[in-house]
């Protein structure tokens, strides 16, 4: 029996969603099907784990991506491992996503990078300039 489990995200931008999952290094495909423990589920965007088992994206009537994924049966993790597990995925993702959009609209309005830190903390520091 198939579990998908679910996660709401704040991912709107499907371009910036697979840009930063490529950035990540993970294999990315689009309009595509996730393997589950024992299914499968069409999803938007598709990302293939080492483990076969996919994690993937599905667009909900209000614009967002949820994250989806079945893990059930791995290592006889429970519902809350699996979430957790999601949970910490999402994570990177968000950080990833939230970096990528800032890059793009400072691009579009003519800023250039100076510098860009990450702290002990995984906070993302993006220094930028534009010459007027």
Not at 29 to 34: I, P, Q, S, W
Not at 118 to 123: N, Q, S, Y
């Amino acid at each position: 029996m198939s579990h998908f489990s679910r996660i709401r995200t704040q991912f709107r931008n499907r371009e910036a969603l697979v840009r930063c999952l490529h950035e990540l290094g993970w294999t990315v495909e689009t309009d595509a099907v996730v393997q589950g423990y024992r299914g499968q589920q069409v999803v938007d965007i598709a990302v293939k784990t080492s483990s076969g088992y996919g994690i993937g994206f599905i667009r909900n009537s209000d614009g967002m991506y949820d994250m989806v994924a079945d893990w059930w049966g791995i290592n006889d993790a429970g519902q809350k491992s699996i979430l957790d597990r999601l949970g910490q995925q999402a994570q990177k993702i968000q950080v990833e996503y939230a970096k990528s959009m800032v890059l793009e609209q400072t691009a579009k309005q003519g800023f250039g990078v100076v510098s860009e830190t990450t702290d002990a903390d995984g906070t993302v520091r993006i220094v930028v300039r534009r010459w007027a």
